[in-house]
């Protein structure tokens, strides 16, 4: 399978404690994005990286999350003191550099703070 | 700032019927495109279409057709003979600039189509 993967699928967790959730991409696809999707809700966009480069990051981003893509490749979202806000669908997709190109997604990971 | 409003929050139909689902956006670009997203149960968004500002041209493909009129600021999306395997979630996107990266979701539509 050579689509956006995202792992884990489903996280519950207590409040106060962090997470940390990986998106692997289409291997040619230099650009990749995290969204955040809660019920009923489309996704908002969260963050995009050009390679390892962090290029944006929304309002949305509060000071407990942080991205990284060290090597261009892999990305990880990690929340710190999670609040049962934090609670949605964080979603990653990829897409290649030139415009006129569409994003593909992955299937997710459904994050539940208790 | 943009916006995307689908007005629709769900749509119950019976197998063969043709459907409709509304999208109007708003934006200050000249430049822009517009996108719909499927998201069956399992979550994963999946690509539809994608049009920029510059092409209002129709398009078909397969049951799927699509009506682009910048005069109404609207992206509409009709599937044809609906079929049970249609039942998601159908997102409308907008992104700006010509950059085409981030974009901006309506709220969804649930569409259900029942046998």
């Known amino acids: 399978d050579t689509g956006v993967s995202q792992d884990p699928r489903h996280k519950i967790t207590k409040r106060g404690q962090n997470v940390t959730f990986r998106c692997d991409p289409i291997s040619e696809h230099n650009r990749l994005y995290w969204y955040r999707q809660t019920l009923g809700q489309g996704p908002e966009f969260l963050t995009y990286f050009q390679n390892e480069a962090q290029l944006e990051k929304s309002r949305l981003l509060s000071d407990r999350f942080s991205a990284e893509r060290p090597k261009g490749s892999f990305s990880t979202l990690e929340i710190q003191r999670t609040e049962q806000g934090d609670s949605a669908m964080y979603l990653c997709?990829?897409?290649?550099?030139?415009?006129?190109?569409?994003?593909?997604f992955g299937q997710g990971t459904r994050l539940t703070v208790v | 700032a943009q916006k995307v409003t689908q007005a629709q929050t769900e749509i119950s139909v019976v197998e063969k019927e043709d459907v409709t689902l509304d999208c109007v956006y708003e934006t200050r670009d000249t430049t822009y495109y517009l996108f719909w997203y499927k998201q069956p149960p399992s979550g994963e968004l999946v690509f539809l279409i994608r049009r920029n500002s510059f092409d209002e041209q129709n398009e078909i493909s397969g049951r799927y057709s699509w009506n682009f009129q910048k005069s109404t600021s609207s992206f509409n999306f009709t599937i044809t003979a609906s079929q049970v395997v249609d039942s998601a979630v159908y997102f409308c996107a907008l992104s700006e600039g010509g950059s085409n990266y981030k974009l901006t979701f309506g709220k969804g539509t649930l569409l259900t189509v029942n046998p």
């Open positions: 997709a990829s897409s290649r550099s030139r415009q006129n190109t569409e994003a593909f």
